[in-house]
C-alpha cells in the first residue's frame, strides 16, 4: 500500500488545515489509518486514527477537540481536519496504514507497516 500526504504548509496560531491521506489500495482486515507527528530529535508521535469499516476513532488527549479524523471509504482517504491550531502543533505529519491492528495497537508506530512521506504544518503565533 503506497500512501500520498498532502495539505501542509504554514498557518497562524488559532488557524485550520486539513490534511488528506490517498491509500493507494484497500486491504481486506481490519484496515486502520492514522496520523502520526514528529519534530527534530522527537519521537514519532500518535495524533489520531480510524478504522476504515467501521469509523471509530481515537486521539491523542493533545488534540482531543481540535482535531477531526474522517475517511472517505470509496476513495480509501482520510482526513484530518485541524482547528485552533497552536505553535505547539507545528511538525511533520505522517500518516500511515495497517491491515491487521487491534485498537490497542493504534497508537503506537511501530505497529503500522505503511507510511506516507510527512507533509510539514508551521503553525506561528
Known amino acids: 500500500v503506497q500512501l500520498q500526504a498532502s495539505g501542509g504548509g504554514p498557518v497562524q496560531a488559532g488557524g485550520s488545515l486539513r490534511l488528506s491521506c490517498v491509500a493507494s489500495?484497500?486491504?481486506?482486515?481490519?484496515?486502520?489509518m492514522a496520523w502520526f507527528r514528529q519534530t527534530p530529535g522527537k519521537e514519532r508521535e500518535f495524533v489520531a486514527a480510524?478504522?476504515?469499516?467501521?469509523?471509530?476513532?481515537a486521539y491523542a488527549d493533545s488534540v482531543k477537540g481540535r482535531f477531526t479524523i474522517s475517511r472517505d471509504t470509496a476513495k480509501v482517504t482520510v482526513y484530518l481536519q485541524m482547528n485552533s491550531l497552536k505553535v505547539e502543533d507545528t511538525a511533520v505529519y505522517y500518516c500511515?496504514?495497517?491491515?491487521?491492528?487491534?485498537?490497542?495497537?493504534?497508537?503506537?508506530?511501530?505497529?503500522?507497516?505503511?507510511w506516507g512521506q510527512g507533509t510539514e504544518v508551521t503553525v506561528s503565533s
Open positions: 500511515a496504514a495497517d491491515s491487521t491492528l487491534i485498537r490497542s495497537s493504534w497508537t503506537r508506530s511501530s505497529a503500522y507497516d505503511h
Open positions: 489500495e484497500r486491504t481486506f482486515g481490519r484496515m486502520v
Open positions: 480510524i478504522n476504515l469499516s467501521g469509523g471509530a476513532t
